[in-house]
Structures are given as structure tokens and as C-alpha cells.
T-cell receptor, first 114, second 118 residues
Framework: DQQVKQNSPSLSVQEGRISILNCDYTNSMFDYFLWYKKYPAEGPTFLISISSIKDKNEDGRFTVFLNKSAKHLSLHIVPSQPGDSAVYFCAASVTRSGYSTLTFGKGTMLLVSP | GAVVSQHPSRVICKSGTSVKIECRSLDFQATTMFWYRQFPKQSLMLMATSNEGSKATYEQGVEKDKFLINHASLTLSTLTVTSAHPEDSSFYIC??????????????FGNGTRLTVT
């Protein structure tokens, strides 16, 4: 049972345009969401996060939107750059005292062409 | 710079042998570390939570006798794949969270270990 779903395995975008990566979740207990970026043969690196009390969080070229009623979040990258080409993982967690484990989606491979 | 170091990055072993993977937190002491596994085109799946000074907590379906976890110090956790078989071939990644930060601060990941069992 996939609790975090990234239904698009890949996305191709031209440099300078907007990249929109989507993520859906089924567990209503999730209250914190993160996006990670992963290059081949490397571990994921944290990109941006959002708490369930917000519907938008922005950091430079990256913006994450959360629609709790639809259990949907998206990552917008604008303008997209070739260096953004990587696999993007959506992850979700339930806040706990001490630590929280992450549930990941399968990832979306983004290819930004010059 | 990297805050979680994982070694080795790649290992090829013969079926039946054991392989040890090390995960170190570099800038902080981690009482808890997380081991993930990723099969091709799949998501990162949590295998177990490594707890310093106590037994690891394994996720459902993960054999604790096959994947031995030892969290011997506040900066080191090891995962040993015992009697490895070809189906254990995967990408293993460890992660940790800086305990001095908020509970929801992002996990820092190592660079992963690509295990190939022949």
C-alpha cells in the first residue's frame, strides 16, 4: 500500500520554464512533507519542506504547495535549470516527539534540457 | 559538506558472504539512525531504525537476523547483510537527524552503498 504516490515517473522541461512535480498521499495523519533531490549514486539531499498548517512555502526558485483536502502537494521550480535534472522524492512524516520516520514516494526523474 | 558519511559506496560480494556497511554522523551525535533500501525504480523503503545502546527496530517484513544492525556509538551505526543472496542486491542508504534541531528537521542521508551479490 503506497501511502505516498508520485504518479509521474519522469518529466521533461526546457530550461527557463516551470517544472511542476506532483505528489499525492493517503494517510491523513501525515503532517509534515518534504522534497528531496537525488543524483545518481548519491544519497538524497533535502530541498524544501512544508508543515500541514501551511499551504505554501517558498525558497528561492522552489515553492511547495500543499492542498490538504485533496491530499496533494506539488513542487514548483521556476525557472528550471539543467542542473535541476535529478530524481525528486516526495516524503511525508507524522510528527512525533524524539524522531519521525519518513515515507517516500517512488520519485520523479526531472530532465531539464538547455 | 556531508554530515552523514557512508562506507563503502559500492561493494560486490559472492553469494553466502556477509557485508558490513558503516554509517557515521560527522557533525553531530545521533542516538537514532535510519537504514533505507531502494530497489530500481522504487521508493526508498525504511528497513530499520538503529538506536544507540539498544536494539534496532525493524520494519515489517525485514529479517532482523539477516540485516544485523549495531549502533555502537553516538556517531556510528553499522548494517551487516549476512549470508547475502542475489536478491539482496540493492542500494542501501543510511540517514540521521541532528538531535539539536527540531523533531521535524530534515534527515541527512549518506551517499548510499550499492550492493551487488553475485
Amino acid at each position: 500500500d503506497q501511502q505516498v504516490k508520485q504518479n509521474s515517473p519522469s518529466l521533461s522541461v526546457q530550461e527557463g520554464r516551470i517544472s511542476i512535480l506532483n505528489c499525492d498521499y493517503t494517510n491523513s495523519m501525515f503532517d509534515y512533507f518534504l522534497w528531496y533531490k537525488k543524483y545518481p549514486a548519491e544519497g538524497p539531499t533535502f530541498l524544501i519542506s512544508i508543515s500541514s498548517i501551511k499551504d505554501k512555502n517558498e525558497d528561492g526558485r522552489f515553492t511547495v504547495f500543499l492542498n490538504k483536502s485533496a491530499k496533494h502537494l506539488s513542487l514548483h521550480i521556476v525557472p528550471s535549470q539543467p542542473g535541476d535534472s535529478a530524481v525528486y522524492f516526495c516524503a511525508a512524516s507524522v510528527t512525533r516527539s524524539g524522531y519521525s520516520t519518513l515515507t517516500f514516494g517512488k520519485g520523479t526523474m526531472l530532465l531539464v534540457s538547455p | 559538506g556531508a554530515v552523514v558519511s557512508q562506507h563503502p559506496s559500492r561493494v560486490i560480494c559472492k553469494s553466502g558472504t556477509s557485508v558490513k556497511i558503516e554509517c557515521r554522523s560527522l557533525d553531530f551525535q545521533a542516538t537514532t539512525m535510519f537504514w533505507y533500501r531502494q530497489f530500481p525504480k522504487q521508493s526508498l523503503m525504511l528497513m530499520a531504525t538503529s538506536n544507540e545502546g539498544s536494539k534496532a527496530t525493524y520494519e515489517q517484513g525485514v529479517e532482523k537476523d539477516k540485516f544485523l544492525i549495531n549502533h555502537a556509538s553516538l556517531t556510528l551505526s553499522t548494517l551487516t547483510v549476512t549470508s547475502a543472496h542475489p536478491e539482496d542486491s540493492s542500494f542501501y542508504i543510511c540517514s540521521a537527524r541532528d538531535p539539536n534541531r527540531a523533531d521535524n528537521s530534515p534527515l541527512h542521508f549518506g551517499n548510499g552503498t550499492r550492493l551487488t551479490v553475485t
